[in-house]
């Protein structure tokens, strides 16, 4: 009988053998591709992770990875996760998934996220449009943005995913590009490594139905963070987040701190081996 | 001679005493040996409107809450407008003349001012007091050994100093004193009319609502996770939960809302753990999505429905049996999921038992039809017993190759392998080799999105297989009365109580007639109604709503067409509602 190995893994140990259902030049694979590298840096046994996803063309992400995956139904990845990780505390879990999966339908559930602080980490695929039913505007979509639903463009103001998340009292936010991946791999790396909710909000351009925010306009638009930017300084980040003349790359924000599972942990005064005990004591209390 | 059972009501203004009056009363006839079976149907709001409690006390086990009342009391005016045409001929009134003014006596009743809040004020300057001067009078007459509520007394007020508990003690006995002094000493009272039997003290008999039960089942069940939001009448569930699931190293979220409260259990459920969560009418709606996303990725998970009357926000604390067809037909597409409903608060703790073992096994969503009847009545039960039903396990993954090292791209584990019994063994997350990705799309076995129509059919054919297969796990259905009787009633939930108490009435006058309450509901329990439709020329179905919802799916099912007893005003049937059914029933049959 063999002794066990410490695999050392490399980015095809992640990758499952379902072809990828993005277009070409999606940059949906820029945020897969640096994926595989974080979890191949952290080298993660596949066994031990779960992605968790939405509705929505990057929703598919977990299908292209060989990890654990719970493919939801829109706008839930959230709450699923949740209830994945307080399950089983041990396990990495991320959750991948869109910008209408996360502030559209799933708005209500980002917030709270936000508020509950779990340890894991939610990559957010932002391109500024509804790709799978192709074409419509989704909540980061900049006012005048023309579509068939909206033909003489829109009237909502987009929402700033980064400054939402801080006001609702989130412990780590972070922006990052597709077309960075080496860069993004770095973010989800310090979003893993952050003991609580990591939000990372990616652009990941929709070279099919978004023909305003493509590669070419992000790359003019992006900056890398200014170099005294502190990012434990809240008023600080507030305004660096707002920004959208540079959009700021990198990690804006973060605070230290226990995690709502690891608090939760803390709270448990047992384990299921004291469940006859507890019984009696009930029907006691009951008698 | 004394009766075996005796029916009081007390009601009053909603938080003004009525339930902790009705509480107390209840804990201390228990202890002293009394069944107990309560109601209590306050209103929506915290403050202000109607609010009755009734305890039916005796020394046998009942199962309704009485059709009439033998003792009334009314803190006000509107307690006596709305219940004194439920007290029976001969019955007695206390009311407290501060609040309610009922007309000069007639020979009906016998009715006596006890003035409770003037006693508590000036006699005993302690106002709130005026609930323990209630229990008193309630206890004075019908001959309940006082003991019992003073050693309560001390239990509950002992911590908290010598005065308050000596406030209480004072006011429990200027009830008793009173009524010893006023009425049961003066020679037209009839001590008999309302001295009660009771049964002997039983240290192995609880007192708990069905909310506990239901909590306390889940507990034996092993329940590891509980997420719910709050809604009126499940709250209890959660917040019983809040406080003891994490002392068995489980977890309990109030989330945000209905859906992420369903969607954190499936959640939950993948990792492997048993998972539930307990709402009502409104919030199983949320909640149908995510039923069918647990059906298509075959996922355990259990939903506690407390039913209220609807439609829509409808009356939170009112009873009806209204959410059948949301239970069964409930979302879009074709979802397989597994109903059960108790039939009584003792019931409560088996079921969910069931429920979590059901929905593993067969690996659905599993709803528990609970009601508000059943989550607000408390009544004294047996001591449950955690280990009379085994725990079914999930059917084990085992890794394709036997030594758990899976090369990633090849022989990905077919988490939904195609099978004579379509239950597929199932891993989960952590376990080398059982990797998947669970998902609401139509998918092949090894779980990856697939649109080709074979695979369509498969895998319906799969799911609906294993659905077919889950009356072979029926629980027990209840029966009653003579199963060769020409005339049948079928009932489910709540509604068992009171059909059950008909049948007996009726065949004290002679008239067979069988009943019986399946506890599955969905799949139909075929197996359990089809002997008991043989040989009947007439069968009922009795619910609390309006469409006969149970019977509809029975005509559906059996091809034939049911007869229906139905009541849909927000209370549970009255027995005299169905024994006249039965009646008519019976002698439609004589020639």
């Known amino acids: ?287 | 001679m004394p009766k075996t059972d005796l029916v009081i009501r007390v009601a009053g203004e909603a938080g003004e005493g009525v339930l902790s009056t009705g509480q107390l009363l209840v804990q201390g006839a228990a202890r002293a040996g009394y069944r107990v079976l309560t109601d209590f149907s306050p209103p929506a709001e915290i403050k202000g409107g109607y609010s009755l409690f009734q305890l039916r006390i005796g020394s046998q086990q009942f199962h309704s809450r009485g059709d009439e009342l033998d003792l009334l009391l009314a803190f006000n005016q509107e307690a006596y407008d709305m219940s004194i045409g439920e007290l029976r001929e001969g019955g007695l009134l206390i009311y407290d003349p501060a609040q309610a003014k009922p007309p000069a006596s007639t020979n009906r009743v016998q009715q006596y001012a006890v003035p409770m809040s003037e006693i508590a004020r000036t006699q005993l300057k302690f106002e709130l007091g005026k609930n323990v001067v209630a229990v008193g009078v309630l206890a004075a007459l019908f001959g309940m050994p006082e003991e019992y509520l003073q050693k309560l007394l001390q239990q509950r007020f002992g911590g908290r100093g010598q005065d308050i508990l000596g406030k209480n003690l004072a006011a429990l006995q200027a009830g008793l004193d009173y009524v010893r002094e006023h009425i049961t000493s003066s020679p037209d009272f009839n001590p008999d009319l309302f001295a009660v039997e009771r049964g002997t003290p039983d240290a192995h008999r609880i007192v708990v609502s069905g909310n506990q039960a239901v909590s306390l089942g889940a507990l034996a069940a092993g329940v590891g996770f509980f997420a719910g939001y709050p809604i009126t009448p499940a709250s209890d569930i959660m917040e019983f939960l809040a406080g003891e699931l994490p002392k068995v190293g489980g977890t309990v979220v109030q989330a945000e809302d209905e859906i992420a409260s369903i969607n954190m259990v499936l959640g939950a459920s993948f990792a492997g753990k048993r998972a539930m969560t307990s709402t009502s009418g409104p919030g199983v709606s949320l909640m149908v999505e995510a039923l069918g996303l647990g059906a298509m990725a075959e996922l355990p998970c259990v939903l506690v429905d407390a039913q209220r009357a609807g439609p829509s926000t409808g009356m939170p604390t009112r009873h009806e049996q209204g959410d059948l067809w949301l239970a069964v037909y409930g979302g879009h597409g074709e979802i397989q999921r597994i109903v059960i409903a108790p039939t009584s608060v003792e019931d409560c703790f088996y079921q969910i038992q069931n429920a979590f073992n059901l929905a593993d096994k067969y690996q659905m969503p599993a709803i528990l039809l609970h009601d508000t009847v059943l989550a607000v009545r408390t009544e004294s039960i047996p001591r449950p017993d955690p280990n009379r039903i085994p725990r079914i396990e999930r059917l084990a993954f085992t890794p394709p190759n036997g030594n758990g090292q899976v090369p990633p791209h090849e022989g990905y584990f077919l988490r939904y392998a195609l099978n004579e019994s379509g239950i597929s063994p199932m891993s989960s997350p952590g376990q080398a080799g059982g990797q998947y990705v669970a998902t609401g799309l139509e998918h092949n076995e090894d779980g990856r999105p697939r649109y080709d129509p074979e695979t369509k059919r498969d895998m319906t054919e799969k799911r609906m297989r294993k659905f077919a297969a889950v009356p072979n796990d029926a629980p027990e259905a209840e029966y009653w009365g003579d199963q060769s009787a020409e005339v049948g009633i079928i009932t489910w939930g709540s509604s068992a109580g009171p059909v059950q108490e008909a049948i007996r009435l009726a065949e004290a006058e002679g008239i067979k007639v069988a009943g019986m309450a399946p506890k599955l509901l969905w799949p139909v329990a075929h197996q359990q109604i089809e002997p008991f439709l043989r040989g009947k020329r007439e069968v009922l179905v009795a619910e609390v709503n309006y469409t006969g919802q149970y019977a509809q799916i029975l005509n559906a099912h059996f091809g034939r067409t049911f007869g229906r007893i139905n009541v849909y005003a927000g209370e549970a049937f009255r027995v005299r509602e169905i024994l006249a059914a039965i009646r008519k029933m019976a002698a439609a049959g004589v020639r």
């Open chain 1, 1 to 287: 009988m063999a002794e066990p190995i410490t695999l050392t893994r490399t980015v095809d140990d992640y990758k499952s053998d379902e072809k990828p259902t993005w277009c070409p030049g999606c940059g949906d694979f820029g945020v897969l591709n640096a994926l595989y590298n974080a979890m191949r840096e952290k080298n993660y046994d596949p066994k031990d992770v779960v992605l968790v996803s939405g509705i929505g063309c990057s929703s598919r992400l977990p299908f292209f990875v060989s990890t654990y995956g719970f493919h939801g139904v829109h706008g839930r990845a959230m709450p699923i996760a949740t209830g994945v990780k307080l399950a089983r505390p041990e396990l990495n879990v991320l959750v991948m998934g869109g910008d209408g999966d996360a502030f559209a339908i799933g708005g209500g559930h980002f917030m709270h996220a936000a508020r509950r602080n779990l340890n894991v980490t939610y990559v957010i695929m932002d391109n500024q449009t509804y790709g799978l039913t192709k074409g419509q505007a989704s909540p980061t979509a900049q006012t005048g943005y023309v579509t068939k639903a909206s033909p003489k463009g829109t009237l909502e103001a987009p929402v700033n995913p980064l400054l939402l998340a801080m006001a609702c009292g989130a412990s780590f936010v972070a922006r990052g590009f597709s077309g960075q991946p080496k860069d993004l791999a770095q973010l989800m790396l310090a979003g893993i490594e952050h003991s609580g909710l990591a939000i990372i909000d990616v652009y990941s351009p929709c070279p099919t139905f978004n023909k305003v925010n493509t590669f070419k306009t992000y790359r003019e638009e992006v900056a890398p963070l200014p170099a005294d930017h502190d990012r434990s300084n809240f008023d600080a980040s507030l305004r660096i987040a707002a920004s959208t003349e540079p959009r700021y790359l990198g990690v804006l924000y973060q605070r230290e701190g226990p995690s709502y599972d690891q608090l939760l942990e803390e709270r448990k005064s047992g384990t299921p081996a004291d469940l006859p005990k507890l019984m009696d004591s009930l029907f006691e209390r009951f008698s």
